[in-house]
């Protein structure tokens, strides 16, 4: 077990190293409380929309249970992410059940709403939006040491 999470560390370590920093004059530590980052589990992953960026702000829906909170806070046991799909199919080779490590900003608000059946419907009242900035499979390659 204190392997896996030294190798949870050195995981997350360069996907916040590549994170962009912020431009402009935000205080790190609004930042800090802006920024999630969990070990989760995929529960559901919603549909790809059939319209790309241009117009409106195209996101894919995923519904993961939080395993655990590796920089910031969350209390809840499962998270509803929005990540942009621009680039098309983010999460393109994950499915349910996979174990993935996630890095999000939560928002009040994003560019455009989108909902996705069994993850978020139109009549759900959203407080925090988590929008992913990154997001990968988590190897279970050491955990039997």
Not at 5 to 11: M, V
Not at 70 to 78: C, E, I, S, V, W
Not at 116 to 141: L, M, Q, W
Request: hydrophobic share 40%; charged share 25%; proline share 3%.
């Amino acid at each position: 077990m204190k392997g896996t999470a030294l190798n949870i560390k050195l995981l997350v370590l360069p996907l916040l190293l590549l994170m962009p920093h912020s431009s402009g004059h935000s205080h790190s530590s609004e930042r800090d409380n802006t920024l999630l980052v969990f070990e989760g589990t995929v529960i559901k992953v919603g549909d790809l929309p059939s319209m790309s960026c241009g117009v409106m702000a195209v996101y894919q829906l995923a519904k993961y249970r939080v395993d655990r909170v590796l920089a910031g806070n969350y209390k809840a046991t499962d998270i509803i992410v929005d990540h942009l799909a621009c680039k098309r199919d983010v999460l393109n080779g994950i499915s349910a059940g996979d174990k993935v490590i996630v890095v999000v900003n939560k928002r009040g608000s994003v560019l455009q709403r989108w909902n996705a059946e069994g993850i978020r419907n139109p009549d759900d009242k959203v407080n925090v939006f988590y929008v992913a900035k990154r997001v990968a499979r988590a190897t279970s390659c050491c955990d039997a040491e």
